[in-house]
């Protein structure tokens, strides 16, 4: 029962975390966007385009290298090559980040006034370049961590980062919001830069006091090939993913350049640029914290079953993951689209935010599954299709936006986004279904859900209507308290319970056969 029990409180203290985490977030988006407006944070929004383009690639290989190359020297008996090379991935994060940084302030202002068409962004951009070479180097102790398997360091730095972040910003922005959009955007992105760089001093204080205990007085010893392994694991991750975020950079450029020649109004083209990506996505995204834990804890097991070659046990799995997920994602997307008005009236008084609600809701299990299917494929070895499906995703997504956007505005980036999370959900079942050796079952993990929402829904609802409620607070509370037990009540009746008792079963198996065995 030991097993049982870590399995089920490290799925709290993830989903606790996490959740704490994005409320804290939401919080600070919240706040945000009620000081600079929804233009503010269409700035907002551009200004990281470039910016995660450089996060990108400061931290996405180093991050890689350092867990595939720890894990792999951790076992080795000569600890002094295990602190050699981590040594020689940290001086390569730092390089990375160095460069990084360079390119960012130096060219801060040509991006900002030709590549994002707002040259008010550029001083941003500067202020957040001397992060990056610390964002590097605390990827880097981060895929050190992960390869030793503790979480702790991470989630204390995460949590300390949020803290000072929001604090700053609460501190900093009334003293300069009369200064205009511009410097109160760089106000918030020097709370980030700070946050940055004390998150990043505090997971090298961790590494360091790791590192001397695990290590003491071994001497560092670089192996021969070291060069050839790091840059053989970090050459392929940031030509990936570096191309995939300049995809990425490029749509988010493009889609504020096509509502100005629609609109003819920049002002009004950040402005909704920035109450969809800034303001209404992480609303939709925000429930997404919930199914972390069935990432991080299940899809180990897959990867387990697949190299191991137990089909049974691996068709269970990926069944379970994919109810989950679509069970969670049909309630909130659905949650959101009934009350996506009320929701951006409490939020964020605006009601232009529920109408972005109301029309993406409807796709959240989409979006959903195309993220836990490219979970579970990166389980099953299939980066390399992932990476694949990415970029004709990317590439759709730029033509359409190029051919729509023009002539409809925003509603042709809402067909976008429809479009893309449906072909992309698609694409990776029917790839799971290919390597797994499975056959999805549509209408126990996707219709029935659906059906069932429905029915909830109608229930809750005509409750509302039977009392006579219809206050936005009183309507999202008790017809979503309503509705959701019915749901939930209606998916243990009807398969859900039954998965349930089958995974605590497995997981009680597993830790009778780990005593026997001790």
């Given at each position: 029962m030991g097993r049982v029990h870590t399995y089920f409180k490290n799925a709290v203290i993830l989903t606790v975390t996490g959740l704490a985490l994005r409320a804290a977030g939401m919080f600070f988006r919240v706040y945000i966007a009620g000081r600079i407006g929804a233009e503010g944070m269409g700035l907002y929004q551009l200004i990281f385009t470039i910016y995660s383009l450089c996060i990108t690639f400061a931290t996405s290989g180093v991050s890689v290298a350092a867990t595939r190359l720890a894990a792999e020297e951790l076992t080795q008996p000569d600890m002094g090559r295990a602190k050699g090379v981590m040594r020689r991935v940290m001086q390569l994060a730092f390089a990375f980040g160095s460069v990084a940084a360079v390119v960012q302030f130096v060219f801060a202002y040509p991006a900002a006034r030709y590549w994002l068409g707002d040259a008010r962004a550029a001083i941003s951009l500067q202020i957040l370049a001397p992060c990056l070479p610390f964002m590097a180097l605390a990827a880097a102790t981060r895929g050190y961590f992960f390869?030793?398997?503790?979480?702790?360091?991470?989630?204390r730095s995460q949590?300390?980062?949020?803290?000072?972040?929001?604090?700053?910003?609460?501190?900093?922005?009334?003293?300069?919001?009369?200064?205009?959009?511009?410097?109160?955007?760089?106000?918030?992105?020097?709370?980030?830069?700070?946050?940055?760089?004390?998150?990043?001093?505090?997971?090298?204080?961790?590494?360091?006091?790791?590192?001397?205990?695990?290590?003491?007085?071994?001497?560092?010893t670089v192996p021969q090939n070291t060069t050839a392994r790091l840059f053989k694991i970090v050459a392929p991750v940031e030509g990936g993913r570096c191309l995939d975020s300049a995809l990425h950079t490029v749509e988010n450029t493009l889609v504020p350049a096509c509502l100005l020649t629609f609109l003819g109004s920049r002002e009004e083209s950040l402005a909704?640029?920035?109450?969809?990506?800034?303001?209404?996505?992480?609303?939709?995204?925000?429930?997404?914290s919930f199914l972390n834990p069935l990432a991080t804890l299940l899809l180990p097991e897959v990867t387990e079953a697949h190299i191991l070659g137990r089909q049974k046990s691996l068709e269970k799995l990926v069944g379970r993951i994919m109810l989950f997920t679509n069970t969670f994602s049909v309630l909130a997307g659905g949650l959101i689209a009934i009350y996506a008005y009320p929701l951006g009236r409490l939020i964020y008084h605006d009601e232009s935010i529920g109408f972005y609600l109301a029309v993406l809701a409807p796709v959240l299990p989409g979006m959903y599954l195309d993220a836990m299917g490219d979970a579970v494929l990166k389980g099953l070895g299939e980066e390399v299709a992932t990476f694949r499906?990415?970029?004709?995703?990317?590439?759709?997504?730029?033509?359409?936006?190029?051919?729509?956007?023009?002539?409809?505005?925003?509603?042709?980036?809402?067909?976008?986004?429809?479009?893309?999370?449906?072909?992309?959900?698609?694409?990776?079942?029917?790839?799971?279904?290919?390597?797994?050796?499975?056959?999805?079952?549509?209408?126990?993990?996707?219709?029935?859900?659906?059906?069932?929402?429905?029915?909830?829904?109608?229930?809750?609802?005509?409750?509302?209507?039977?009392?006579?409620?219809?206050?936005?607070?009183?309507?999202?509370?008790?017809?979503?308290?309503?509705?959701?037990?019915?749901?939930?009540?209606?998916?243990?009746?009807?398969?859900?319970?039954?998965?349930?008792?089958?995974m605590l079963h497995h997981k009680r198996k597993d830790a009778e056969q780990n005593t026997v065995v001790h």
């Open positions: 390869a030793r398997r503790q979480v702790g360091p991470n989630t949590i300390y980062e949020q803290i000072l972040r929001i604090g700053f910003v609460m501190w900093i922005v009334p003293k300069v919001l009369d200064w205009g959009v511009e410097y109160t955007c760089a106000a918030v992105l020097l709370g980030d830069t700070i946050s940055e760089i004390v998150s990043a001093l505090f997971m090298l204080h961790y590494y360091k006091r790791d590192t001397k205990k695990l290590f003491a007085s071994v001497t560092a909704q640029f920035g109450a969809l990506k800034g303001m209404a996505m992480p609303i939709l995204l925000f429930p997404f499906y990415s970029i004709w995703d990317s590439t759709l997504r730029i033509v359409l936006v190029l051919l729509l956007m023009p002539r409809m505005g925003m509603k042709g980036f809402l067909f976008v986004m429809l479009c893309s999370n449906v072909i992309s959900a698609f694409l990776n079942i029917f790839r799971i279904e290919k390597v797994a050796n499975i056959k999805t079952q549509w209408y126990r993990w996707i219709i029935q859900p659906m059906l069932l929402f429905g029915v909830a829904a109608v229930l809750g609802e005509g409750t509302l209507r039977m009392l006579h409620i219809t206050g936005d607070w009183q309507r999202l509370l008790l017809g979503g308290t309503i509705s959701t037990l019915l749901y939930c009540l209606f998916m243990l009746r009807c398969g859900l319970g039954d998965a349930l008792q089958s």
